[in-house]
């Protein structure tokens, strides 16, 4: 390797704040579905990181994790998503312009979070629930509402991190 020019095997930015919002996804607790985002601001500067899990100062030990049964007794009404928690887990409220990164497409719920924001642009790596009810929702309010959304394009299938 040439030590007087750059390195040109660098990731780009879109796969850096999407590394950062996968490495987030890895603090869930969530047996099946473990979700990162990580919020961005106009001048590439990282304002927020979330993943998903239990509201502050709720056991994950007692709060069920269960995906089937009656509904009180899954996870679904306890969950906060990883979108929510990194607009919630900002460090400045006004993330006007902003870009969220974030593994899954984002349901309607938390496209209303991101509406309400200010954030202008969503990264998502999967739509895997595209045809469900709530993405379909979601994508009516984004579109609506001007965010725009693209799913991200890379060679990458990897990013390895070493201790």
């Given at each position: ?5 750059k ?20 603090r869930?607790?969530?047996p ?12 590439k500067?990282i ?5 998903n899990?239990?509201p502050?100062?709720?056991?994950d ?10 509904w009180?007794?899954?996870?679904y ?7 929510l ?5 900002s460090i ?9 990164y ?5 349901c309607n ?16 790596l ?5 045809d469900s ?5 979601s994508?009516r ?6 965010v725009?959304y693209?799913?991200?394009?890379t060679?990458?299938?990897?990013l390895?991190?070493?201790?």
């Open positions: 390797m040439d030590m007087t020019t390195r040109l095997d660098h990731i780009s930015w879109d796969e850096y704040f999407m590394g950062v919002a996968l490495l987030s996804s890895l869930s607790k969530d099946n579905t473990q979700v990162g985002a990580c919020i961005v601001n106009p001048q500067k304002v927020g990181v979330g993943y899990g239990f502050i100062g709720c056991s030990d007692v709060l069920p994790w269960a995906r089937v049964g009656d009180k007794d899954t996870k009404p306890y969950v906060c998503h990883a979108e928690n990194a607009i919630l887990n400045g409220r006004d993330l006007s312009g902003c870009t969220l974030v593994a899954l497409f984002p719920e938390c496209a209303k979070a991101i509406i309400q924001s200010g954030i202008k642009h969503i990264v998502y999967d739509d895997k629930y595209h009810d709530n993405c379909v929702a994508r309010m984004l579109d609506t509402a001007g725009s693209t799913k991200l394009e060679e990458r299938k990897e390895v991190l070493h201790f």
